[in-house]
């Protein structure tokens, strides 16, 4: 028996990196799992690979509120509900100084990382709350917290999306929401390949193995949304954490 079996979960961003090892360990809980992303044929294969009974790949850009509306229709129309919504989809190209940054693009970035949390948040909650409860999980960043050169876009969006999560569980914890972040730290992923391709900050210099696999997050996502994460709702939990990673049983 799994810790999700019978339940649902829907998580943005899932044809790589963080979302798509989480699909992968959702479905090894037992989950059935929506994977979402604006890359169609990437979520068709994994899908494939967790099973037409387990997983369904919806290709949605989260930016726009009704093609988030509609995927999490087209979820709970498949599976029968949503128990767990993973904000995970993010970007942080193009990374650019604020005084030369391209106005769109930066634009764009906020769209996706701010507004795709948003659109999600919005289009799952009525649906948790008349079904009497849920989990919101968010990705969440050291960098909500403070500025990193070249990464206006970044720090902005994802300060916003933390605050976002505390808005959520403010609302929604009296009418059965869990909600919560997640600072997964450095994950060897695309996205660290981007970051270290600029060349530009003290992140960019690290070394590959310095970063944690994507793994390691994926497993945090699945424990946060048992009662053991219950101390942590409305907070950000930290994988930088030792306390952290050794109740959720990571180690190098």
């Known amino acids: ?37 604006r890359s169609g044929d990437a979520i068709a294969d994994l899908a494939g690979e967790l099973g037409a009974d387990t997983a369904i790949a919806i290709p949605c850009d989260i930016s726009r509120f009704w093609e988030m509306q509609a995927a999490i229709d087209a979820c709970a129309q498949t599976f029968g509900g949503l128990d767990i919504l993973v904000n995970n989809a ?70 916003g999306a933390a605050m976002l999560t505390r808005c959520a569980d403010h609302e929604g914890r009296d009418h059965g929401l869990r909600v919560m972040g997640l600072s997964p730290g450095t994950v060897a992923t695309e996205m660290q390949r981007e970051i270290k391709a600029s060349g530009v900050n003290p992140i960019s210099k690290l070394d590959w193995d310095d970063h944690i696999p994507p793994e390691w997050p994926a497993r945090a996502l699945v424990w946060m949304c048992g009662s053991g994460a219950d101390d942590y709702l409305g907070q950000e939990i930290s994988l930088r954490d030792e306390g952290v990673r050794d109740r959720i049983g990571l180690s190098r």
């Open 1 to 37: 028996m799994g810790t999700l079996d019978g339940k649902v979960a829907l998580i943005t961003g899932a044809s790589r990196g963080i979302g798509a090892s989480a699909a992968r360990e959702f479905a090894a809980e037992g989950a059935k799992v929506a994977l979402l992303a």
């Open 90 to 159: 993010g970007v942080i190209e193009p990374i650019s100084h604020l005084s030369r940054a391209d106005p769109d693009a930066w634009g764009q970035v906020i769209d996706i990382n701010l507004k795709g949390v948003f659109n999600g948040m919005r289009a799952a909650m009525p649906l948790m709350q008349e079904r009497g409860g849920g989990t919101i999980l968010t990705i969440s960043s050291g960098a909500a917290h403070g500025p990193v050169e070249a990464w206006s876009h970044y720090c902005a969006s994802k300060a």
